[in-house]
């Protein structure tokens, strides 16, 4: 089951908004610290818990779940909640999980103030709460989220969201999620020192600049952590001073930009470099060779940035 961080964003102004509408939360026993639960917001339909369907054996204990399911372990798979509440649950909150919270051993209970400022993630199952999500922003709330999965492969995993005139926007811009998760993946082609790609780059018709942006933004994003994280030596070309060149072309020909009619500054602030703070660089090549920019400036793309090579366009 994917276990989705979430994160909550709200001013001082809309917590009291929120508390006004939905209330403080529980209070623990003899703590200031309240729990927040999505039945505050969309409240949950009184079940019997001796009836296995409607039964909830997390008590919010997420981990004791995993421990109880790792490999090599001796407890058999269960679920954790039962079937008619895990339907009721995605059918209204979009989550078959109310909130769950980190902590080491045991879930950690942290204030409703703390959580809705967005200082540390809590949790969901199967999906970020986007339901919930369109009911808070239905009810006045501003806000904005963010929630991410480590192993999920699909539109979900990754995304962003904000209140635009009284609606919550999943994925907040142009960029949809199929279109985030393939950045992703053509990332990972990238990074993959291997001749053969793994996934086959599908086209992706660009709406306007403001799309184009949001998908190069996402995609020199994940390059870069990734070069952090990986230390992919194989994609070094050459070291010249602090600057690493490196040796595999970025094929942005899978983008569609013949609806684009503004590329001013396009790549100007394009850097893949994963530790400009200690003054260590990347120069990369940019392969769109296939791009439809007949109708503009073709030296508008190529601007001052010498960490971008885009060859030669004169063809």
Same mark, same amino acid.
């Given at each position: 089951?994917?276990?989705?961080?979430?994160?909550?964003?709200?001013?001082?102004? =809309?917590?009291?908004?929120?508390?006004?509408?939905?209330?403080?939360?529980?209070?623990?026993?003899?703590?200031? $610290?309240?729990?927040?639960? &999505?039945?505050?917001?969309?409240?949950?339909?009184?079940?019997?818990?001796?009836?296995?369907?409607?039964?909830? =054996?997390?008590?919010?204990?997420?981990?004791?779940?995993?421990?109880?399911?790792?490999?090599?372990?001796?407890?058999?798979?269960?679920?954790?909640?039962?079937?008619?509440?895990?339907?009721?649950?995605?059918?209204?909150?979009? !989550?078959?999980?109310?909130?769950?919270?980190?902590?080491?051993?045991?879930?950690?209970?942290? !204030?409703?103030?703390?959580?809705?400022?967005?200082?540390?993630?809590?949790?969901?199952?199967?999906?970020?709460?986007?339901?919930?999500?369109?009911?808070?922003?239905?009810?006045?709330?501003?806000?904005? !989220?963010?929630?991410?999965? #480590?192993?999920?492969? #699909?539109?979900?995993?990754?995304?962003?969201?904000?209140?635009?005139?009284?609606?919550?926007?999943?994925?907040?811009?142009?960029?949809?999620?199929?279109?985030?998760?393939?950045?992703?993946?053509?990332?990972?082609?990238?990074?993959?020192?291997?001749?053969?790609?793994?996934? +086959?780059?599908? !086209?992706?018709?660009?709406?306007?600049?403001?799309?184009?942006?949001?998908?190069?933004?996402?995609?020199?994003?994940?390059?870069?952590?990734?070069?952090?994280?990986?230390?992919?030596?194989?994609?070094?070309?050459?070291?010249? $001073?602090?600057?690493?060149?490196?040796?595999?072309?970025? +094929?942005?020909?899978?983008?569609?930009?013949?609806?684009?009619?503004? &590329?001013?500054?396009?790549?100007?602030? &394009?850097?893949?470099?994963? $530790?400009?703070?200690?003054?260590?660089?990347?120069?990369?090549?940019?392969?769109?060779?296939?791009? =439809?920019?007949?109708?503009?400036?073709?030296?508008?793309?190529?601007?001052?940035? #010498?960490?971008?090579?885009?060859?030669?366009?004169?063809?």
């Amino acid at each position: 089951m994917d276990e989705f961080s979430n994160i909550i964003t709200m001013d001082a102004e =809309n917590i009291k908004r929120f508390k006004k509408l939905y209330g403080d939360g529980r209070r623990l026993a003899d703590t200031p $610290e309240t729990l927040l639960s &999505f039945s505050m917001i969309i409240p949950e339909p009184s079940r019997d818990d001796a009836d296995s369907g409607w039964a909830d =054996n997390t008590n919010q204990d997420v981990w004791a779940w995993r421990k109880m399911n790792a490999p090599g372990g001796n407890t058999a798979p269960v679920d954790v909640i039962g079937n008619a509440i895990k339907t009721w649950r995605m059918d209204n909150w979009g !989550t078959t999980s109310d909130v769950l919270y980190d902590g080491n051993e045991e879930p950690f209970i942290r !204030t409703l103030d703390g959580l809705l400022k967005g200082e540390f993630p809590f949790y969901t199952f199967g999906k970020p709460p986007i339901k919930v999500y369109e009911k808070m922003a239905a009810d006045g709330l501003v806000f904005e !989220t963010r929630w991410w999965c #480590d192993f999920a492969y #699909d539109e979900w995993f990754t995304g962003k969201g904000k209140v635009e005139d009284g609606r919550f926007q999943y994925h907040a811009g142009p960029m949809t999620g199929s279109e985030n998760l393939q950045m992703q993946l053509i990332a990972h082609d990238f990074l993959d020192c291997s001749e053969e790609d793994t996934d +086959d780059q599908k !086209t992706i018709v660009v709406k306007n600049r403001e799309h184009l942006d949001q998908l190069l933004k996402e995609l020199q994003r994940y390059i870069e952590t990734n070069l952090y994280m990986q230390g992919t030596f194989g994609l070094i070309d050459s070291i010249a $001073e602090n600057t690493i060149a490196l040796n595999k072309v970025l +094929d942005l020909n899978f983008l569609d930009v013949s609806n684009v009619t503004d &590329f001013s500054n396009l790549f100007a602030n &394009f850097d893949v470099s994963p $530790e400009p703070s200690k003054g260590w660089f990347c120069k990369i090549k940019l392969d769109i060779s296939k791009w =439809n920019i007949s109708n503009v400036s073709k030296k508008a793309l190529l601007l001052d940035n #010498d960490r971008v090579d885009l060859g030669d366009l004169s063809k």
